[in-house]
């Protein structure tokens, strides 16, 4: 299960990050999307994932500003962590 | 879902409890104006909404509603309440406080049941064909079930603001550019792979006897020793020459140039957008309810008034002028933050002790004073900028001592200009790796951006192709539902489409043989009511066809057929939802009553409402009786009248009902039989017809609805015509008409089961009976 922790961060159960696998993409429209979008502009596939979960925890509200600012350093976080 | 019963207790028009039970049937409520029909549909819509009546919250109700919710004769102590009671033992509650705080109860049960597409009133019925396209769409997004995915789409938009505004996207840009200037100074024309080796050229000509270290931070540090050491060991004037290049070469006039001219752009796009800006905040407010489809509106971007069919290509024209203006507004500072280093550079090199003996010399007093006064200014904060007025004193200095500094420079030995050049090439190549770690934040940033971005743009695809998908759906209703109220009429292809852009559906048509973009071009107030009331009904098929409809006094603008076309549509569309109808048209109400199945229809009349202490009262019986009662006291004309009112309306349904035949007549006269005649008739046939169960469980023959009808009939003689014709009657008078009435319309109710004869529905074609089969009317 992947859902958005109550500090805004992003949590997902082990072994349900495979978004870039074929398979794994069929069933879910988000998966999809990103699927498509990753097509279209490129990023690492951790930040396509952690972008994806987020999407998933963030269906059913508008974030506060609080938890957008995490997303936003988690996102940018992986990033710098990549290219130091 | 089926309501079971409605209760109001001092809310709105109610005063002691006020039950609506529905026997688990759709409902007619009859009621003339005023009578209270509406608290029920308030009363729904209040828990439906947690507390909130869209028709009543204005800013006289009160932040609760408690102005307009609670019965404003409500007694101290009284119980304020709304309960509905659903199938299934459900129980859902209101309770409200003195100042209209409500307590739930129970109101879980209530999970999934949209106002939106369940409850509509008289004064809405056209509302959607007229609201916006936005609005229309901000209508359906929750039928569309897209609101998860709006959240997403939003909340994509919000991270990449943040992350522009987190990143320092704009400060990285205008970084990278100064470096890269820099870079082009001190190496003007060479190829970047080339700089490595004019470097090590660089080391060979400083360091001869020394190995080129293998990596280029290496080179530079050894780089920047030699020439310092060379730097240190240069003689008195060698040293003041130096420094005086130095200062030189920070070309203090041209730094100063291109900022006072990026100040004056930045100045000329200001002034304009201060004034629009003003503007901006005037037309804001006006703008959410200016936005038609039609007309003139205010831009939220410039104030000015627009046609509304060249607003999206305006906002675009602000759009990239708003955006020139930060590209003038970011130069300017990018200007102003060379002339603040040229400044620290040059009066950095001529404060130097070497430079002493220039800066004492007798004749130089001019360039002294220049001086001193440059040393006043805050570099730091010139960075931010200046006024003009500020700028002019600076170039009042700056001019005389780089015009003097410039001739003095001509001086500057070869080999002195040599060092300098070659230290100015040393620190743009030790810039290089932070230039090129600069260019890859900015690119990481941008590519994440556009990552996100693209997300965005497949979360809108998403949405419209399910929105797509839906409105498809929907339309497929409502052309359906639309010549059911409209048959063999030349408006047809109704449907709902999206137009350009997000957010937005509006209602397409065909106009006798023509398409037309929105049904206000063509349609009269009374079709697009009608329109109004199919898409409602091809909504509430869609979303909810689980729960029960109400509708409130929907058809006031509907003519008598069409009326008659909705009652059709109801049953054909409609045929297991609950629906409650409420309506103040006796005629609708009569048709309705007649027409409509009794074992799933039960109709019901509210009686005038007279004052709040006395509230919402139901006519005890079912046929409004009750209501002619009430005028006794105030108009015994009007209540005898109003009492063979009913008896029309009742024996119409009663012949109908039983099959009662009468003969053709020529002409409309066929369709407006009186109670008179239909009573006769019924007499002739109810000795043989009518019967109740004996007590072996035998039928026979039953005298007593004749015998009454016929008494029904004699005072409907004397005192109905009296009535009717301007007699003065007294009370006693109307009163023995009214029991007369009364008792006749009582006979079809069964004693027992308190069904009517024709209640039950298993009977088959040979008769009609109550539902515990007490009494029966042979066919």
Redesign the interface.
Known sequence: MLSLTCDGGVMADEGELDLLTKEAVEGNWIDVRVREALGVATVPEEVAKAVNAAMRGMQDRRLSSGEIARLTKEFLGILEARNP | MRIQELSAEWFRGAADTITLSTDNKSVVVYGPNGAGKSTFVDGLEYLLCSGKIAHLGHEYSGRRLENAIINTHCPAGASRRFTVKLDGGFEVAAELAANGAARFLGNDALEGWGKGWSILRQDEVSAFVHSSKGDKYSALLPLLGLE??E??A???R??SN??RE??GLERLRAQLRQLTQEWETAFPGVATASVGGLIKDLHRKYLPEQEVPPTLPETLAALRSSISERIAGLDAEGACHFHLKVAHEADLRSRLSEAAAASDQAAKLAEPLLEERLAILRSAAMFGGKLTDEGLIHCPACGREIDASEFKEHVSLEATRLEGALKAFESRRLAFGRLASALVTAIGALSRKEVAIWRLAPEQEVVFKNLEALLSFDAECLREGAAAPELERLGGNLHPLAAHLEQCVKAVPPSVEQVVTDQKMVNAAASHATRRACA??IT??E??L??????E???R??IRQRTEVLIDSISTDLRRMWLLLHPDEAIDEVRLYQPDGNKAIDIALRFHGKNQLSPRLTLSEGHRNSLGLCIFFALAKKGGQNFPLVLDDVVTSFDREHRSFVADLLMQEFPDTQILLLTHDHDWYVELKRRLPGNRWMTKTLLPWSDPATGIRWDGKPHGLGASRVLVEVDTMAAANRARAVMDVEMAVIADRLAIPVPFIRGARNDLRGALDLVQRFRSRAQSRFKKRNTKGNYEGLSDPADLAKAAEDWLVTYGNAGSHGRVLTNLEVGRLIDACDAFLSAFECASCKTTVWHATDTGRTHLRCDCGEIRWNL
């Open positions: 998860p995915i959240n997403v939003a909340n994509l919000s991270i943040r992350v987190e990143a890859s934040k990481m940033v590519d994440l556009a990552f996100l971005g693209q997300v743009a497949e979360v695809a998403e």
